[in-house]
């Protein structure tokens, strides 16, 4: 009998709303190949702002109508589930009966899923004190994105959360090598994980004959961006005064948007499209002719490392970027740009150097970044297993 390992993920995003290619979703379906998974949507951790005006009630609700879904299967072998939880993390004599009402939930879904003693995997610091209290075979925690910079938490309690998860964790991961660096020593055990990437579905999609309607008509040179515009990501100034240098170039932006672009959206050479399906995602890529990451200049942005980076690689797209500590080992590949000006230069560069030789040489960059070797990785390091049986399980 091969090893059977239930895991219980507090998820750093929405299964209904977000990026299907995060760290946490990826890896949850490879791991659901070795016992019942459930994947937690995140947990409210921002404080609420009415100055946020539309943005705050768009996102209020989403995670009404995330919540109200219930326990569904997510369609990639894992279980999904949205459960209540308070804004009240700045208030500390309100934690309490916020984790309460998670335990009480999570008490009642872990019982009809049969899962009694998961790998609790967090992604969320939010899920802090519940994680830590859970019966559960190993604690894991994701330390990908410094959530004490996001807009709107109550940073000291983030950092709070983040000191307790990294002394009792079994395993802290990281995807970001600066950060590894500067904080690994604080850890019971850390590993540096980069990113994977899903190489087949990006790279092979050129091959297909799928174009979208909206990019078949679209004037030439198209310069593009797909994921999320978000205030403290993406730097939409910048990006205005790019749009307005290349006056003759089409930029494309897939994905949704959580931030005033409205200042973008009026140029007569911006197309914003809105957010797609994820599995949609490398046929509208396929079409860019330059790729753009146009990141703030930011610690947020310093301690990450972008997915769509290997995306962008997989597709063999030649690719422009502002600088950024994980953008060091992929330099002989990427156009790096510090104004707006040099970033326009680029993009007139990148385009007309572009060749069947350099988009192999993007391709090969990343050929063997699959998620699969990551998931291996991980369950190596928690088990020291020489196999990990990923493709099937008994159950």
């Given at each position: 009998m091969r090893r059977r390992i239930d895991f219980l993920c507090f998820g750093g995003n929405d299964w209904w709303y977000h990026n299907r290619a995060h760290i946490d979703f990826q890896l949850m379906r490879r791991f659901?190949?070795?016992?019942?998974?459930?994947?937690?949507?995140?947990?409210?951790?921002?404080?609420?702002?009415?100055?946020?005006?539309?943005?705050?009630?768009?996102?209020?609700?989403?995670?009404?109508?995330?919540?109200?879904?219930?326990?569904?299967?997510?369609?990639?072998?894992?279980?999904?589930?949205?459960?209540?939880?308070?804004?009240?993390?700045?208030?500390?004599?309100?934690?309490?009966?916020?984790?309460?009402?998670?335990?009480?939930?999570?008490?009642?879904?872990?019982?009809?899923?049969?899962?009694?003693?998961?790998?609790?995997?967090?992604?969320?610091?939010?899920?802090?004190?519940?994680?830590?209290?859970?019966?559960?075979?190993?604690?894991?925690?994701?330390?990908?994105?410094?959530?004490?910079?996001?807009?709107?938490?109550?940073?000291?309690?983030?950092?709070?959360?983040?000191?307790?998860?990294?002394?009792?964790a079994d395993l802290?991961?990281?995807?970001?090598?600066?950060?590894?660096?500067?904080?690994?020593?604080?850890?019971?055990?850390?590993?540096?994980?980069?990113?994977?990437?899903?190489?087949?579905?990006?790279?092979?999609a050129e091959k297909l004959a799928d174009v979208p309607n909206e990019m078949r008509e679209?004037?030439?040179?198209?310069?593009?961006?797909?994921?999320?515009?978000?205030?403290?990501?993406?730097?939409?100034?910048?990006?205005?005064?790019?749009?307005?240098?290349?006056?003759?170039?089409?930029?494309?932006?897939v994905g949704g948007v959580m931030a005033d672009c409205s200042g973008l959206m009026a140029k007569d050479n911006v197309w914003m499209l809105g957010k797609k399906p994820y599995e949609q995602i490398p046929h509208y890529g396929?079409?860019?002719?330059?790729?753009?990451?146009?990141?703030?200049?930011?610690?947020?942005?310093?301690?990450?490392?972008p997915i769509k980076l290997k995306e962008y690689l997989a597709l063999g797209k030649p690719i422009v970027s502002t600088p950024f500590t994980e953008l060091q080992k992929y330099r002989d590949v990427v156009y790096e740009a510090k104004t707006p000006e040099e970033f326009a230069d680029c993009i007139k560069k990148a385009h007309s150097e572009n060749n069947p030789e350099l988009v192999t040489k993007r391709r090969q960059k990343v050929a063997q970044a699959s998620w699969d070797s990551k998931a291996e990785l991980v369950l190596h390091e928690l088990f020291n297993e020489k196999e990990s049986n990923l493709k099937s399980v008994d159950q």
């Amino acid at each position: 009998m091969r090893r059977r390992i239930d895991f219980l993920c507090f998820g750093g995003n929405d299964w209904w709303y977000h990026n299907r290619a995060h760290i946490d979703f990826q890896l949850m379906r490879r791991f659901a190949q070795k016992g019942t998974v459930l994947y937690v949507n995140s947990i409210v951790m921002q404080k609420p702002s009415l100055k946020e005006g539309r943005q705050f009630v768009k996102k209020f609700v989403r995670k009404v109508k995330s919540i109200w879904a219930g326990l569904k299967k997510s369609g990639v072998g894992f279980w999904v589930y949205s459960p209540l939880s308070l804004p009240v993390h700045h208030i500390s004599w309100l934690r309490p009966l916020n984790k309460m009402i998670l335990q009480i939930q999570l008490h009642l879904v872990t019982r009809k899923l049969c899962i009694q003693n998961p790998v609790v995997w967090v992604a969320c610091p939010a899920a802090c004190d519940v994680a830590i209290n859970m019966k559960k075979s190993r604690l894991i925690y994701q330390r990908t994105d410094c959530f004490e910079d996001f807009p709107n938490a109550d940073a000291r309690t983030i950092e709070d959360y983040d000191r307790k998860l990294k002394a009792a964790a079994d395993l802290t991961i990281y995807v970001n090598r600066m950060l590894y660096e500067e904080e690994s020593d604080k850890c019971r055990k850390a590993i540096y994980l980069d990113h994977g990437v899903d190489y087949h579905m990006f790279a092979s999609a050129e091959k297909l004959a799928d174009v979208p309607n909206e990019m078949r008509e679209m004037k030439r040179p198209v310069v593009g961006f797909f994921g999320y515009i978000e205030d403290h990501t993406v730097d939409i100034g910048f990006i205005e005064k790019v749009v307005d240098y290349l006056p003759e170039t089409s930029f494309v932006f897939v994905g949704g948007v959580m931030a005033d672009c409205s200042g973008l959206m009026a140029k007569d050479n911006v197309w914003m499209l809105g957010k797609k399906p994820y599995e949609q995602i490398p046929h509208y890529g396929k079409c860019f002719d330059v790729a753009i990451m146009p990141w703030r200049r930011n610690h947020w942005i310093q301690a990450c490392n972008p997915i769509k980076l290997k995306e962008y690689l997989a597709l063999g797209k030649p690719i422009v970027s502002t600088p950024f500590t994980e953008l060091q080992k992929y330099r002989d590949v990427v156009y790096e740009a510090k104004t707006p000006e040099e970033f326009a230069d680029c993009i007139k560069k990148a385009h007309s150097e572009n060749n069947p030789e350099l988009v192999t040489k993007r391709r090969q960059k990343v050929a063997q970044a699959s998620w699969d070797s990551k998931a291996e990785l991980v369950l190596h390091e928690l088990f020291n297993e020489k196999e990990s049986n990923l493709k099937s399980v008994d159950q």
